[in-house]
């Protein structure tokens, strides 16, 4: 069973941080695009930041590029998610994902094959 287990969120005043980690287990971790998304109320599911299977690959929403860093470590099958100088319309339910992909290099996560339950971020002004 696959189990992708995000951590790390909570209530900061803006301009904080916060490090979001996700756990993933039963799963060919290397096999796999890491990625988070968010989901603010209201509005749609948005893509936020991910990271190729080798790792040596990042990319990012316009909206978080310099205030946020992914790592993936592959040996212990998690991904992080740094939030740095963080505003009011950052708020939302951020989710670990994971796709399935044949490229070590691949970033983008058009269609995640593996969800986890959110984890609340929640910044005030």
């Known amino acids: 069973q696959v189990q992708l287990v995000e951590s790390g969120g909570g209530l900061v005043q803006a301009g904080g941080s916060l490090r979001l980690s996700c756990a993933a287990s039963?799963?060919?971790?290397?096999?796999?695009?890491l990625g988070w998304f968010r989901q603010a109320p209201g509005k749609e599911r948005e893509f936020v930041a991910a990271?190729?299977?080798?790792?040596?690959?990042?990319n990012y929403a316009d909206s978080v590029k310099g205030r946020f860093a992914l790592s993936r470590d592959n040996a212990k099958n998690t991904v992080n998610l740094q939030m740095n100088s963080l505003k009011p319309e950052d708020t939302a339910v951020y989710y670990c994902?994971?796709?399935?992909?044949?490229?070590?290099?691949?970033?983008?996560?058009?269609?995640?094959?593996?969800w986890g339950q959110g984890t609340q971020v929640t910044v005030s002004s």
């Open positions: 039963g799963l060919t971790f290397r096999g796999y695009a």
């Open positions: 994902a994971a796709q399935r992909t044949p490229s070590a290099y691949y970033t983008a996560l058009p269609k995640p094959d593996y």
């Open positions: 990271a190729s299977r080798n790792s040596y690959f990042t």
